[in-house]
């Protein structure tokens, strides 16, 4: 049998003595013990109210009758605010780090949705590596809005960036820049369920896209190696190409616009067939990206600019964790003590896995 014994908060009193000069009456206080904090919550219990409303996602009056029910600990809703922008302090410096690793990554998948700023509309952005997730929120959905989020390459640096065809990625050309296959398949579906001749070009470009899903999943399945992928793939690319120089001669309102700029990026579409590692979807951004869209569902985005910082943040900590399989809040509980000893919290990239937490 598994129970779970109560839980209880503990509460230590700290008395600070004071002593008056008799020559100066000046008046001298006893300092706090290295790593006490001078409010009433400790680093721990600091986490956990962090965690609560940022890796979890309760709004704050949940979390604060959650606290009180199972901790048996009464904290205001003003409390828990000051707290979360504490936290948020405390993880300037890891995601700083997040930031400079993500730039210099060679395989980058990127992706925004909509966020509320003040009641005001802006943009969540999200750069993910493997192991990495940093979110930016930005007033603007603009390519200057992407740079901000990943600065342009060094020189002599590769990276190829997968993303959907939004036109704040359009300046990258070639293997700099990977389509995602499933927003594609989605949109020739589209197509596909319109009228003539959109339908038809729906239908040839569908067929297409599982082919190449289909050849794909067979070299992940060990099947064939990454060189002989693009040679599978000709076929595919050669039918494709066919299909979108027809559809772009349509005249169709629905197919003519979207076919000439896949034509134009048309080697975009199959940079994963050039560059090992690189993957045909963007699935692994949109998967990083749910709970941010969930929070925002509840929460209506962000009021003040330390609420920006702690869903920045939270967000960037919270998702590479969870890519990394480590453990949210003895990560946070050990940022917060950094934080009130003033050394260095553990980093955040993946080398540091096998470190605790």
């Given at each position: 049998m598994t129970e779970l014994p109560p839980v209880v908060c503990v509460t230590t009193e700290y008395r600070l003595h004071a002593r008056t000069c008799p020559h100066c009456r000046r008046r001298t206080w006893a300092e706090l013990p290295a790593g006490v904090p001078r409010g009433a919550v400790g680093p721990r219990l600091q986490a956990v109210g962090s965690l609560l409303t940022g890796g979890y996602g309760l709004s704050r009056r949940c979390a604060q009758e959650l606290l009180r029910d199972l901790l048996g600990e009464e904290l205001s809703l003003g409390t828990l605010s000051s707290l979360e922008a504490a936290?948020?302090?405390?993880?300037?410096?890891?995601?700083?780090?997040?930031?400079?690793?993500v730039a210099q990554a060679e395989r980058v998948n990127a992706d925004e949705t909509r966020w509320f700023e003040a009641h005001r509309l802006a943009w969540l952005w999200l750069a993910a590596t493997e192991a990495l997730s940093l979110f930016r929120i930005d007033a603007s959905r603009s390519r200057e809005a992407f740079e901000r989020l990943l600065p342009k390459r060094a020189a002599g640096q590769r990276r190829t960036v997968t993303s959907d065809r939004y036109s704040a990625y359009c300046h990258l050309v070639g293997d700099e820049w990977q389509l995602c296959w499933s927003h594609l398949e989605r949109e020739f579906t589209g197509w596909a369920e319109s009228t003539a001749p959109a339908a038809g070009s729906g239908r040839a470009a569908l067929a297409a896209s599982r082919r190449l899903f289909s050849r794909w999943h067979q070299h992940r399945a060990g099947d064939f190696?990454?060189?002989?992928?693009?040679?599978?793939?000709?076929?595919?690319?050669?039918?494709?190409?066919?299909?979108?120089?027809?559809?772009?001669?349509?005249?169709?309102?629905?197919?003519?616009?979207?076919?000439?700029h896949l034509l134009k990026h048309f080697e975009s579409l199959w940079t994963f067939t050039r560059v090992e590692g690189v993957e045909p979807t963007n699935n692994h951004a949109e998967r990083a990206l749910r709970r941010a869209v969930l929070w925002r569902k509840r929460s209506f985005g962000h009021q003040?600019?330390?609420?920006?910082?702690?869903?920045?943040?939270?967000?960037?900590?919270?998702?590479?964790?969870?890519?990394?399989?480590?453990?949210?809040?003895?990560y946070l509980e050990a940022a917060?003590?950094?934080?009130?000893?003033?050394t260095y919290p553990p980093s955040l990239l993946p080398h540091s896995a096998a470190s605790p937490p």
């Open positions: 936290t948020a302090a405390a993880l300037s410096v890891p995601c700083q780090e997040v930031a400079q690793a190696p990454h060189a002989a992928l693009s040679s599978y793939l000709q076929p595919v690319k050669q039918r494709l190409q066919a299909v979108l120089q027809e559809a772009a001669a349509s005249g169709h309102w629905r197919v003519e616009g979207p076919a000439r003040s600019e330390s609420g920006r910082l702690f869903v920045e943040r939270l967000l960037t900590v919270a998702g590479s964790l969870r890519l990394q399989g480590r453990n949210l809040l003895a917060c003590r950094a934080a009130l000893t003033h």
